[in-house]
């Protein structure tokens, strides 16, 4: 069965630098997102992705933020300058449509995040 | 605004017994609803969904949801726990406000179901 892949399972990073967290959707799936959950708390939308541009984007997702389809299968998530505030889970999940509010999201495994 | 609660951190309950974990919702217009489980080091797995028509809706590893549009609540069920089962149930609703087509979810908090043999 198809998965939505990610990597890597965990990253540490000091306070400053630029991470870069890496998606491979389910290779038939037109719409691409990410989440985060900071832990203890609940999963939370950073943006949404389609027709190699952003359909949507929530207010954490800052100028410090930007998410790429550098070829056609990995869906990428940068973060410029990291905070301490920025460690988390981050998911990337896909769906065939998106645009049909009935489709399913299918999530990755999840990225965690640590900024010291 | 658009939100989903879970009012339960932890549900406890017995190998072979009932259990259900609890879900309401608060939306303008048709809600969709989702149900995801979490399993230690795995990534959110899709159970179910409701969109419209019966409002018992079954999904996977034996688990079911009743929709019910009164109450507002969509609560996950299954008439005989698993010990396998424990993990941590997100419920989430589609968001139907936004600008774009694009309908991202709106998660609740989270429920740890703990069942014990």
């Known amino acids: 069965e198809p998965e939505v892949t990610q990597t890597p399972s965990h990253q540490v990073t000091q306070m400053g630098q630029e991470v870069i967290l890496r998606c491979v959707p389910i290779?038939?799936?037109?719409?691409f997102y990410w989440y985060r959950q900071i832990l203890g708390q609940k999963v939370e939308f950073l943006v949404s992705f389609y027709n190699n541009e952003i359909s949507e984007k929530s207010e954490i997702f800052d100028d410090q933020f930007s998410v790429e389809r550098p070829d056609g299968s990995n869906f990428t998530l940068k973060i410029r300058s990291t905070k301490l505030e920025d460690s988390a889970m981050y998911f990337c999940?896909?769906?065939?449509?998106?645009?049909?509010?009935?489709?399913?999201?299918?999530f990755g495994p999840g990225t965690r995040l640590t900024v010291l | 605004a658009q939100s989903v609660a879970q009012p339960e951190d932890q549900v406890n309950v017995a190998e072979g017994n009932p259990l259900t974990v609890k879900c309401t919702y608060s939306v303008s217009g048709n809600p969709y609803l989702f149900w995801y489980v979490q399993y230690p080091n795995r990534g959110l797995q899709f159970l179910l969904k409701?969109?419209?028509?019966?409002?018992l809706v079954k999904g996977s590893y034996g688990f079911e949801a009743e929709f019910n549009k009164s109450q507002t609540s969509f609560h996950l069920k299954k008439p005989s726990a698993l010990v396998s089962d424990s993990a941590l149930y997100f419920c989430?609703?589609?968001?139907?406000?936004?600008?774009?087509?694009?309908?991202?979810?709106?998660f609740g908090q989270g429920t740890t179901l703990q069942v014990k043999p």
């Open positions: 999940a896909s769906s065939p449509r998106g645009g049909a509010r009935t489709d399913t999201q299918y």
């Open positions: 989430a609703v589609r968001d139907s406000l936004g600008s774009s087509n694009t309908g991202k979810l709106i």
């Open positions: 409701y969109i419209t028509g019966d409002n």
């Open positions: 290779s038939n799936h037109l719409y």
